[in-house]
């Protein structure tokens, strides 16, 4: 789900999530319905496949330091947003990482044991590359813990912390 971090009034980045709409309100963004946006206000909408940055006119909005010309701007991850006068917003796409109980059609093998992941055993789907990964909860009592056997992903380096999972990225780290 798609994230946009600001600093909060201890001046630490926090993300929001982004769910149907972000408005601009008092130099922050805010989630509302998608319903309650008002089109005359900085914000952020889901498009068909991505997130868009809409600017009405009298706004000085820039993103990534160059200014939102004609109102609207596609967004990709990291993207920097800027309301003139208030503090930076950085968007991010970036997924953390959760155990579900695999409902896909192609059954995939477990990018660390090999073995076939079944519909509705419980599995990871790595944010960083899409790999499947078994992984036990308390619930099932299945003995594979194929994403949390190691400290990062058996393809990619993400992380497979699933307690207090963090970011990969964040503004901090600018």
Known sequence: ???????????????????????FVGGAFVC???AQVDPRAVRIECGIDAHVLIA???FAVSMNGRPVRHGIRVLKN???IRVAGCRPSYYSTERLPEVVAFAGI????????????EPGHAAVCCPGCGVWHHEQTEADGETRQCWSYA????????????????????PERL
């Open 1 to 23: 789900m798609a994230r946009v971090f600001q600093t909060n009034s201890d001046q630490h980045w926090s993300p929001i999530e982004i769910e149907g709409a972000a408005v």
């Open 32 to 34: 509302v319905e998608l």
């Open 56 to 58: 009405p006119q009298g």
């Open 78 to 80: 990291r993207d920097a």
């Open 106 to 117: 192609d059954i995939p093998y477990c990018a660390r044991c090999k073995l076939a992941i």
């Open 151 to 170: 400290p990062r992903c058996s393809v990619c380096d993400q992380a497979t912390d699933l307690n207090g999972a963090d970011e990969r990225w964040t």
